[in-house]
């Protein structure tokens, strides 16, 4: 078991940062592979961001590249999403989640792979 629980989350302007995090307790964290979801009222729950277990494989969606970044400290049991130039459209409850890994390079984009689920962080991006 796997226990995933967010922070870093408020109200931002237009242009500014924010930086999550998602804390991990359990066995074995630093071989799950871990990404970064995003759900807005209204629509369905995205993947932005994902890391393999080892730290070298990412992805980002197109909406969030160039100002997104995924990073993980397995020996904090954290992973982490910087958000820069936020914008409006970013608004939503970001969640992290967590899969074993299959391999070192290996991450997951679909919900559906998806194991442990933390509860989620506000993020407001006011124009």
């Known amino acids: 078991q796997v226990q995933l629980v967010e922070s870093g989350g408020g109200l931002v302007q237009a242009g500014g940062s924010l930086r999550l995090s998602c804390a991990a307790s359990?066995?074995?964290?630093?071989?799950?592979?871990m990404g970064w979801f995003r759900q807005a009222p209204g629509k369905e729950r995205e993947c932005v961001a994902a890391?393999?277990?080892?730290?070298?494989?990412?992805y980002y969606a197109d909406s969030v590249k160039g100002r997104l970044t995924i990073s993980r400290d397995n020996a904090k049991n954290t992973v982490y999403l910087q958000m820069n130039s936020l914008k409006p459209e970013d608004t939503a409850v970001y969640y992290c989640?967590?899969?074993?890994?299959?391999?070192?390079?290996?991450?997951?984009?679909?919900?559906?792979?998806?194991?442990?689920w933390g509860q989620g962080t506000q993020v407001t991006v006011s124009s």
């Open positions: 989640a967590a899969v074993p890994g299959r391999s070192s390079m290996w991450y997951a984009v679909s919900d559906r792979e998806y194991d442990y």
């Open positions: 359990g066995r074995s964290y630093s071989s799950y592979a």
């Open positions: 890391i393999s277990w080892s730290g070298v494989s990412t």
